[in-house]
């Protein structure tokens, strides 16, 4: 994977501040066109660069980035690797699609829908992370990700589309299971039926109990401890269905407030 030199990034993140502008289309930034959406915040429009490595800002003239819209980085054959910020809810359709050379990805804790098409013919696309509390793989979101061999879907994952995963395509557009390919999912979701459904190779993962966030086997102040470093922005794991004690498909203080209580009802006892 490309490492990204943290001064480079820097620079090239003030260099973009200081080039924004506007075009008969869309306001720009740097390498990103971008408009205004009614709540005020930025959609990437287009991205101009031919760069390896791509780092989309968190905001743009003080405008949060909330979406990549439809089209805004397809056909690039230099992109690599793509830092998403974690104000992205949506990945529009066919927002990377045919990135050939796209080869990791990391979507966003904050994304809830990965729209159908996004990362169609990433053909060498070989490692995916997607977050707890996405709700929308659109369909053919990854199809043609020929690289891709597994892929976890979370639990909070609500609906899946038509040959969203684990699906490739021939010249004469039949669509053919990627041969080998593997999803890891929890039983009883929306992931479990669309393998079943499909006749895909999976991977059942254990339900560890609600607040063993550390996955030890015990709910203790250990798992306490590292919901706070989690909620925190620490790089730590988590076991995100697990730190989900509501189960509201999120993350948050609110399952902090509720493994409080529940450890000092433990303790009571």
């Known amino acids: 994977m490309i490492k990204l030199d943290r ?7 003030i260099i973009m501040l200081l080039s924004c502008g ?5 306001e720009t930034c740097g390498s990103f066109e971008y408009t ?4 005020g915040s930025a959609a990437i429009k287009r991205y ?3 760069e390896v490595s791509a780092i989309i800002p968190e905001t743009i003239d003080g405008r949060p980035v909330t979406e990549l819209e439809d089209y805004s980085f397809t056909g690039n054959l230099h992109l690599k690797e793509i830092s998403i910020p974690k104000t992205v809810t949506r990945i529009g359709s066919y927002a990377f699609g045919s990135c050939y050379k796209l080869a990791s ?3 966003p804790s904050s994304c809830k829908v990965i729209d159908s098409t996004a990362f169609m013919y990433c053909r060498e696309l070989a490692q995916v992370s997607l977050p707890y509390g996405l709700e929308t793989i659109g369909e053919n979101a990854f199809l043609g990700c020929d690289a891709l061999s597994e892929l ?3 639990a909070s994952v609500q609906k899946i589309g038509l040959r969203a995963v684990g699906y490739t395509s021939d010249s004469l ?4 299971p990627l041969e080998g390919f593997t999803v890891k999912c929890r039983p009883k979701t929306a992931a479990a039926r669309y393998v079943l459904d499909n006749g895909l190779r999976y991977w059942f993962l ?3 109990d609600k607040g063993d966030v550390n996955g030890d086997g015990d709910i203790n102040m250990k798992d306490y401890a590292r919901l706070q470093r989690f909620l925190n922005g620490w790089q730590v794991e988590a076991d995100e269905w697990a730190a989900d004690l509501n189960d509201d498909g999120s993350v948050n203080m609110k399952d902090y407030s509720l493994l409080q209580r529940q450890l000092n009802g433990a303790a009571g006892q």
Request: aromatic share 12%.
């Open 7 to 13: 001064m480079t990034a820097v620079f090239a993140a």
């Open 22 to 26: 506007v075009t008969a289309y869309a």
């Open 36 to 39: 205004v959406k009614s709540d």
């Open 48 to 50: 101009t660069a031919d």
């Open 105 to 107: 990805l990391t979507v």
């Open 152 to 154: 976890t879907i979370p």
């Open 173 to 176: 557009w039949n669509y053919i």
């Open 206 to 208: 254990p339900d560890p």
